[in-house]
């Protein structure tokens, strides 16, 4: 029997108009930043653009179709972001289930391991030696293997992991199935928020990360979109070694008069509408869990 | 329910795949110029030096790839394409792979793992320079090209204090006799401009010294309320314009009158400088957020929204805004001023150039690439770079400078599309470049004009540098960070005694820093340095 | 306790059967321990350029071959004119994004969960974690046209509405970076953050809430008593988290990048922190000893406040990270 209190209406109330306001806060920024990709880059530097392109041009989405460079950067994100995802969810998950079980021997090891690798590090300079040492440099593997286990992820997995009913292993353990069996079969298919997130997680970060592109390979056909975007966003970037020289400083100047800001929020919005795809595909898995809930009612 | 949502991801990805597919028909793809060699002779200008069609021949006629980076991010060419890169391959024999950096930390990797590209465009001379890392240009000349002359002078101040060898040839220098021998070629340095219809609605006011500045500047916040008096360029460059108009030392040291080398933080002309802009600060004719700006179109966007009566940037700012405001359809027109408004107002030049072409020790074919540099730094190859193909893309007008026929300096598409200028910039020197900077442009020229009459050069100062991973190094980055920071507190002192306060204070924070001790190293080194130079000069 | 040979054997015996019983999960941890060895462990062999004169003209034989300098570099850093300015700024802006940034991720995923109506639950949420994928590049130019003093949009709307008489010096007044700072990093973040506790608020089993509102719990109580203690591991083990990266700015993150755009000449009183003028004088010249060192000081930091939060979390909460 459900019916609203007076507690309900106001709470309710609040809860979204407060829920609005994050909605306008977090869209209109994202709205501009669209807007302006759609304007010419010149008349954006003036003021007056808040809701709709005053100049609009198609201009700055045609320098990226007509680049044959981005269409390969596109194709290397998508396979990287979906192998990637995927691996490193599994990969991770099978860790850190490990960990979750009380009676794993050397479970304090392992654990302090662990946190010990994820906050020393020897820096980019080992890491690229090791890499190259591993034959993995310039590589389409670079991306994908060096990733496989997400510290943080093993952390996050391993709490859910650690609060799951137990009864459901030692059901299917009384049925025979081993270890590997009860975490495919068992433990996979109750997590599915748990995977819907990591995935979701992990799959943009692959989407993201340019950095490994930029260091560890040299090829141009494995670079990532992103790659691709920061070498736009990067171009209006002077560091400041170059600011020193003001001859450096004008030739930046007159070499970038087809204005950065609009190009960049060209090369931004491409990078991120694909994402913007596939979100409501994994959004329905953790959703579920909360409309178990409703329905129920 | 992971099956549905990983078919539900390729469809996706398939979909949108096949989108790009269909609007991407006939771009540009990246490819590797594959001209036969026959050596192509453009036409040679008078003094070459790059016997071109040697180059080719030396390589049997073949293509030889050579990967370039390039560590600028801001660099407009991610690819080696268009006529004139095609035209230097076939004279050369070089095909050019280039590699832009997407960060300062690429090249540093390169560097430490030696995973060297070919050849390196780079501004950091003092790490490159490196027997280790680089070939000197010594050893490259004397085994493969001996006819490459290169000029003493500029082999003197591009040789490194520690073993007098030269690595690369720095671009945007010319020994002073070169300029005295090219007196038309150009300088380029900081300018003002004005707004044309503020000015004329001041009644078109004479601006001769800096009062008049000052008084127009009073004109302007009378009567025209909205708008700031003065937008300058951010960062380490902000008013450099009167940096110059005050004979203030821009370099890293500079010489005062017992011929000692000084830290530019130590020069009282700079302390004049903070008098001039704190009092222009507090009369409201600059505002602070000036001071964060960083990048062009931050004082772009004043201008654009009309809220800026003058701007202080470069030589050619004036011209390049005014065809942006154009195309914005705004109709505010910048005026350059070309003249000086004080007798002392000098630019001074110490540098040595700031970027060049280094060869490393991964280089697949040293010859090539040493052949290739060869006619990059030769006149006859800077001026194709920079220009085109002579009599076809430029001529030389009746006043001895180039008129550049099928592209645009304002115009970047006709510029990318012929691959040329930027690529010049790499390896031009302050001469051709010089006769090129003020063609294609409406007022620039006269206000290049105006600086080159009035810059004094010192290039031997400039050798000073310090070595890399050195703690002389370190120094300098620390105290020129400093004032950057503390020469802000400076700048908006609260009036001229807080002014001297807040300089003396930052001057002892660089004390402490150690600067006391950067200085004596360059006077350790100063003197060799002056006898080197001046045994090779007559000057 | 002594014990016989015969004690010794049948104990390693045992062992050695309890390990076959879980050898799938000892494979499981196995392939954990060597990807660790083989991406985090052997790296490391770069700390002790930390303590070398090393130079990258050197190239890589030169982290073993360069001579060692002992604490040359640590003296360096904590000796630096700056030191106790960067460190207060660091501290300061780490501390306010802790406070402020670190709950607004629960919070939005609990007004979220309490949202009755799907479609606009489903809205809001996709829609408050596309900030998350503005880069922070963008992000500044973004927050640049909307709230400089001469060109904001923002500015012209607060001062038509009457809020302010003149510009509000946010990206240039040391005052304000700190505030702009905080604000910008839970825009960004918390939708993001937000999904993690979504998927925890999930798995609580809803017969508790129906339970509870038999019982006459209103909203608010049903969430002070079941959502919170639902999540409770899940906001322990962020926090814990958080706090072992605290000095990069937490759960949200991102001091470095914020303070290395949104820093300039003139707020950079309170903007500059330790990671961003150690890149400014480090790693920007290559002097990648001197960044190396002080990059093992923010590792040890972080070690030590992981292991404390951890043992404060046992102590008081019940359940730590490990």
């Known amino acids: 029997m459900k019916f609203r209190t007076k507690e309900d209406y106001i709470v309710d109330t609040v809860n979204y108009i407060l829920l609005g306001i994050v909605a306008i806060v977090t869209i209109y920024p994202f709205w501009y930043v669209f807007v302006l990709s759609f304007n010419d880059g010149y008349d954006a530097l003036v003021k007056g653009i808040y809701f709709w392109p005053r100049k609009f ?32 969810t599994l990969f991770t998950c099978m860790v850190a289930y490990a960990h979750s079980r009380p009676n794993l021997m050397f479970r304090r090891f392992y654990s302090l391991l662990l946190i010990f690798c994820m906050y020393f590090s020897g820096g980019l300079i080992p890491f690229y030696v090791t890499l190259r040492s591993y034959n993995l440099l310039n590589k389409f593997w670079v991306y994908i293997i060096p990733g496989l286990l997400s510290y943080f992820f093993v952390i996050v997995a391993r709490s859910f992991f650690s609060e799951l009913p ?56 494995l670079r990532t979109l992103s790659y691709r975007m920061m070498e736009v966003i990067n171009k209006s970037n002077i560091s400041d070694a170059m600011a020193q020289s003001s001859s450096a400083m004008a030739q930046m100047a007159e070499a970038n008069r087809t204005t950065s800001f609009s190009l960049q929020c060209a090369s931004l919005v491409v990078c991120i509408i694909p994402i913007l795809c596939v979100y409501p595909f994994l959004q329905k898995h953790f959703v579920q869990g909360m409309m178990i809930g409703a329905v129920k009612g | 329910m992971k099956t549905k949502s990983f078919l539900s991801l390729f469809a996706v990805a398939v979909l949108v795949l096949s989108l790009f597919a269909g609007c991407s028909g006939g771009g540009n793809t990246t490819s590797a110029s594959t001209a036969s060699g026959t050596a192509a002779t453009g036409s040679s200008a008078d003094q070459t030096k790059a016997p071109s069609s040697e180059a080719a021949s030396a390589n049997d006629g073949k293509i030889v790839d050579l990967t370039l980076f390039v560590d600028e991010t801001w660099w407009s060419y991610n690819t080696w394409e268009g006529k004139i890169p095609q035209m230097v391959t076939e004279k050369t024999g070089v095909n050019i792979i280039p590699t832009v950096a997407v960060d300062e930390n690429q090249l540093q990797l390169m560097v430490s793992s030696g995973d060297l590209p070919d050849m390196i465009c780079s501004y950091r001379f003092d790490r490159l320079s490196d027997s280790a890392l680089c070939y000197s240009y010594n050893e490259l000349i004397d085994q493969y090209a001996p006819d490459f002359e290169v000029d003493p ?36 340095g900081p300018g003002i401009s004005f707004r044309k219809d503020i000015l004329e609605g001041l009644g078109n006011p004479e601006i001769n010294s800096i009062e008049d500045l000052e008084n127009v500047y009073d004109m302007v916040l009378a009567q025209y309320p909205g708008v700031v008096p003065i937008v300058a360029e951010g960062m380490d460059n902000s008013f450099r314009y009167m940096k110059v108009q005050l004979a203030v030392h821009s370099d890293n040291f500079y010489e005062d009158e017992a011929e000692q080398l000084k830290w530019r933080g130590r020069d009282p002309q700079l302390l004049e400088w903070y008098k001039l802009m704190n009092k222009w600060y507090h009369k409201g004719y600059w505002t602070a957020d000036n001071l964060a700006f960083k990048n062009a179109d931050q004082y772009k966007q004043v201008l654009m929204n009309g809220e800026a009566f003058s701007l202080m940037a470069y030589d050619n700012t004036a011209d390049t805004v005014n065809t942006e405001m154009k195309a914005a359809g705004k109709d505010y027109y910048m005026v350059a001023k070309p003249e000086w408004l004080t007798d002392e107002a000098t630019l001074f030049d110490y540098r040595i150039g700031w970027r060049g072409l280094f060869i490393t020790r991964n280089c697949s074919n040293p010859e090539a690439a040493i052949n290739f540099a060869k006619y990059a730094y030769s006149e006859e190859g800077q001026q194709f770079l920079l220009w085109g193909e002579e009599d076809v893309d430029w001529h030389y007008g009746d006043d001895g400078y180039p008129v550049f026929d099928t592209w645009e300096p304002s115009d970047k598409n006709s510029i990318m599309a012929l691959g040329v200028r930027y690529w010049g910039w790499l390896t031009c020197d302050n001469i051709v470049n010089g006769m090129g900077q003020g063609v294609g442009y409406e007022q620039t020229f006269d206000v290049k004009r105006y600086l080159t009459d009035r810059t004094e050069r010192k290039v031997y100062i400039g050798m000073a540098n310090p070595a890399a991973d050195s703690d002389e190094s370190a120094t300098l980055s620390r105290v020129n960070d400093l004032l950057k920071t503390e020469g802000v507190k400076v700048l ?36 060799q340095i002056k006898e080197g130079y001046f045994a090779i000069t007559d000057e | 306790m002594e014990m016989t040979m015969q004690a010794k054997k049948q104990k390693s015996a045992r062992r050695m059967r309890l390990f076959k019983n879980q050898i799938w999960l000892q494979l499981f941890a196995i392939i954990g321990v060597v990807f660790m060895l083989l991406f985090s462990i052997v790296p490391m062999f770069g700390i002790i ?18 001579d060692w300098v002992g604490l040359k570099h640590f003296k360096e850093f904590f000796g630096e004119q700056r030191f106790p300015e960067l460190l207060r700024n660091t501290l300061a802006l780490s501390t306010l994004k802790l406070i402020f940034s670190f709950p607004m991720p629960i919070l939005l995923a609990i007004m979220l969960h309490e949202a009755r109506n799907m479609r606009y639950k489903k809205f809001v949420q996709t829609v408050s974690y596309f900030p998350h994928f503005i880069s922070w590049i963008v992000c500044y130019g973004v927050v640049y046209a909307l709230a400089s003093e001469k060109v904001g949009v923002l500015q012209d709307m607060l001062m038509k509405i009457g809020l302010i008489s003149e510009p509000v010096p946010f990206l240039t007044s040391p005052n304000w970076f700190y505030g702009v700072s905080v604000v ?3 825009w960004k973040s918390s939708g993001w953050w937000a999904i993690i506790f979504l998927a925890s608020i999930s798995g609580i089993d809803p017969e508790l809430y129906e339970a509870a509102v038999v019982d006459g719990a209103g909203r608010l109580k049903r969430i002070r008593h079941i959502t919170l203690p639902g999540i409770k591991g899940s906001i322990v083990t962020m926090l814990i988290i958080s706090i072992g990266s605290f000095l990069g700015g937490g759960l949200v993150g991102s001091n470095f990048e914020q303070s290395y755009l949104f820093g300039n000449a003139l707020n950079n009183s309170t903007a500059e922190l330790i990671q961003t003028y150690s890149f400014k004088v480090g790693l920007v010249h290559g002097r990648f000893a001197y960044a190396t060192a002080i990059s093992l000081v923010e590792s040890c930091v972080s070690l030590f406040l992981i292991l404390t939060s951890n043992f404060v979390a046992k102590k008081t909460a019940g359940s730590g990270l490990f």
């Open chain 3, 49 to 66: 350029m930390a303590f070398k004169n090393y130079s990258i003209n050197q190239g890589i034989a030169g982290i073993f071959t360069s």
């Open chain 3, 184 to 186: 910008l990093s839970i």
């Open chain 2, 153 to 188: 002078v500029t082999k003197y101040v591009n040789s490194t204090l520690h073993d007098g060898k030269f690595y690369v040839i720095k671009n945007d220098f010319a020994s002073p006799q070169k300029w005295k021998d090219n007196p038309k070629a150009l300088h380029q």
């Open chain 2, 492 to 527: 908006l002192a609260d009036n001229e005694d807080g002014v001297v306060t807040a300089y003396n204070n930052m001057i002892t924070m660089a004390e402490s820093m150690g600067l006391n001790d950067l200085e004596a190293w360059a006077n350790s080194v100063y003197p």
């Open chain 1, 166 to 221: 137990p009864e459901l292993m030692e059901a299917a353990k009384i049925d025979g199935a081993s270890d590997l069996g009860i975490f495919f079969r068992v433990v996979l298919p109750v997590s599915t928020p748990l995977l819907a997130t990591m995935l979701l997680f992990q799959a943009v970060n692959h989407w993201n990360s340019w950095v490994d592109s930029a260091y560890y390979v040299r090829d141009e056909s």
């Open chain 1, 57 to 88: 041009v198609l201009d700055n989405y045609i320098a990226f179709f007509t680049d044959g460079r981005w269409l390969s950067a596109f194709g290397v994100s998508v396979v990287r972001t979906v192998i990637g995802g995927v691996c490193t």
